[in-house]
């Protein structure tokens, strides 16, 4: 199927632009590619993801379902315990409600928003 459109990239909701994008360029090893008050975005050359400002932004509370998640991002890691490890040394945390953790974890970036670490199959 051929669409009408291209990916010009993810924008999430963010408290802290900035600190966002910090945080997943680390995550994920790319590029902040620009930083200001209002936005920030990360890429790899290909793929980018923004964040924008929204005045009182909270993250979703998961897994309280009273605040349901908008949104979460699954990455591939080799390691999961090496993988939460550095996450966790970035700022996420870990929710202690975990589906299946000898597959996946669900982690909580700095801002609240669920997360997924996954081992590739």
């Known amino acids: 199927m051929t669409g009408f459109a291209t990916m010009a990239m993810i924008s999430l909701d963010a408290g802290d632009p900035a600190a966002q994008a ?44 009273a605040t349901p998640k908008r949104y ?21 945390t870990k929710p202690a409600e975990q589906p299946q953790p000898d597959r996946w974890r669900v982690l909580l970036d700095p801002a609240g928003h669920p997360f997924d670490i996954c081992i590739k199959s």
């Open 22 to 65: 910090r945080f997943y360029s680390a995550v994920l090893g790319w590029e902040v590619l620009h930083s200001e008050g209002d936005f920030a975005m990360i890429g790899d050359g290909s793929t980018s993801i923004g964040f924008g400002r929204v005045p009182g932004f909270s993250g979703p509370g998961w897994p309280d379902e």
């Open 72 to 92: 979460h991002l699954d990455f591939y890691v080799d390691d999961l315990d090496k993988a939460e490890e550095m996450a966790l040394a970035l700022g996420a």
